[in-house]
């Protein structure tokens, strides 16, 4: 595994990595999903490499002017896809293109574009309403869901917080299926939502729309109906879309 040479300056004492030409302040900075998208042109321009060590975290947040924590959460999500690999006391590697998972999801998931939102809810579609359906056999679920769905409201206010329930509400229905690709590949799909869909949730009405639908998933799933659950599932997840397209067509 090789790593970057060391260039001759330095930065706040430490040595930066080769590759800081390339890295440029971002705009929008708050957002986790501008480090993915820069760091994902970086991949995908083979600036970095598999086998490279991506340069520290604190090199990254001087050389894209955001905060270390704004880096860790777009290097989790990366870490999630399979696309970086996290070594303990050896910092962050690039993964080959065959490794876990990886497939053209992470490609189109960092750039948000109407076309590639259509795909997502398409994958999303795809897996997630057949997790809903089987999730409707198993006893005790839906009232887990119905008990995550209101602690979500309860934490209306608290953005992360919300997005961080409304993750594991999806994620327990894919553990219900017992059939842990399913769960992996809800993990996946859900880091694609926590890396857009917080745009959505600065709107009270896309919250308070988020809590009925997941109350009727909740329910259906409670009442063991399959084609109700799935029904609902795939509701909420093209409603969502919708959501999320309309902030897309308002930013360009």
């Given at each position: 595994m090789k790593e970057f040479p060391q260039p001759p300056q330095e930065l706040d004492g430490q040595q930066p990595s080769t590759s800081g030409e390339y890295l440029r302040p971002v705009t929008r900075a708050t957002l986790p999903q501008e480090i993915v998208a820069a760091i994902t042109d970086l991949i995908m321009t083979r600036v970095w490499n598999p086998g490279?060590?991506?340069?520290?975290?604190?090199?990254?947040?001087?050389?894209?002017?955001?905060?270390?924590?704004t880096i860790r959460e777009a290097v989790k999500?990366?870490?999630?896809?399979?696309?970086i690999e996290a070594?303990?006391?050896?910092?962050?590697?690039?993964?080959?293109?065959?490794?876990?998972?990886l497939s053209g999801?992470?490609?189109?998931g960092m750039m948000l574009t109407e076309q590639n939102l259509g795909d997502l809810v398409d994958i999303r579609i795809l897996i997630e309403v057949?997790?809903?359906g089987r999730s409707a056999r198993k006893p005790d679920i839906g009232?887990?869901?119905?008990?995550?769905?209101?602690?979500?409201?309860?934490?209306?206010?608290?953005?992360?917080?919300?997005m961080r329930l409304d993750n594991y509400f999806h994620e327990t229905i894919a553990a219900a299926t017992d059939n842990p690709l399913y769960l992996r590949l809800s993990k996946i799909i859900q880091s694609l939502v926590g890396v857009w869909y917080p745009l959505t949730f600065q709107l009270d009405r896309t919250k308070a729309a988020t809590l009925d639908e997941h109350f009727a998933i909740a329910a259906a799933i409670q009442a063991n109906d399959e084609q109700a659950a799935r029904q609902a599932m795939r509701q909420h997840i093209e409603r969502a879309g919708e959501r999320l397209s309309r902030i897309v067509d308002r930013s360009k």
């Open positions: 490279d060590r991506i340069p520290p975290e604190k090199e990254l947040a001087a050389r894209f002017h955001v905060g270390r924590s999500s990366l870490v999630i896809l399979g696309v070594r303990a006391g050896d910092g962050s590697y690039i993964r080959g293109g065959s490794s876990d998972l999801a992470f490609q189109w057949e997790c809903a009232a887990t869901l119905t008990r995550l769905t209101g602690q979500m409201s309860e934490v209306w206010s608290q953005p992360k917080e919300f």
